[in-house]
């Protein structure tokens, strides 16, 4: 759907665009060759309504407990120290808890942590009519997004391409099957996540499938 500047606040019925999208699989972010500053735009509003975009959830569990402050154990190296953890936590009604750190993070992504209403989703940015800027101007925007896709819906040009980041971003995989004694059939796969198991596999052909399976020979 279509956002306006302020989306996050309500303008243009942004609240209502903004909840559709957390419920998505995936951002594309569609933005005119010729109107690159819509880009920081979108960007804007996704974080405001607390999307994150592109970024993986950190590892901090907390665990309150009745008596004994903050404690606060970290597998990696800290850029927080652990003072401004215990107050962050405390601004937040936190006295007592167990924290245990496994990942990277700063005061900001440790909010994002503690508040737990924050979505994470991948996305990328998708360059739209490409056909009406000449070669070098194209050239100039490619260089300052390197990340991005680029297309022209009227010309049919780079439609393909555009097919395979949304299939690569969706983290998809195409699993090609094999009946014992028959030819694999390699014309139409079984799309998968790239982290399903043969379980997860199992389930999709058949809820009973699981149940009479025995082994699978796996390769490719």
Known sequence: ?????????????????????????????????NQLKHKNILENELYESGIRLNLKRPFVKINKI???????????????KKETFKAILNEFGMVNANVLVRSKINTDELIDVIEGNKRYMPGFLLINKVDSVSKETLDEVKAKYPDATYVSALEGINLDELKDTIYSKLSLTSIFLKEPGKDADMSEPLIMREDDTLKDLCHKLHKDFEKRFRFARVWG
């Open 1 to 33: 759907p279509g956002m306006v500047k302020g989306a996050a606040k309500g303008t243009g019925r942004g609240k209502e665009v903004l909840a559709a999208i957390r419920t998505a699989d995936l951002i594309i972010m569609v933005v005119d060759i």
């Open 66 to 80: 009745s008596k004994g402050g903050i404690s606060v154990a970290s597998t990696v190296p800290l850029d927080v």
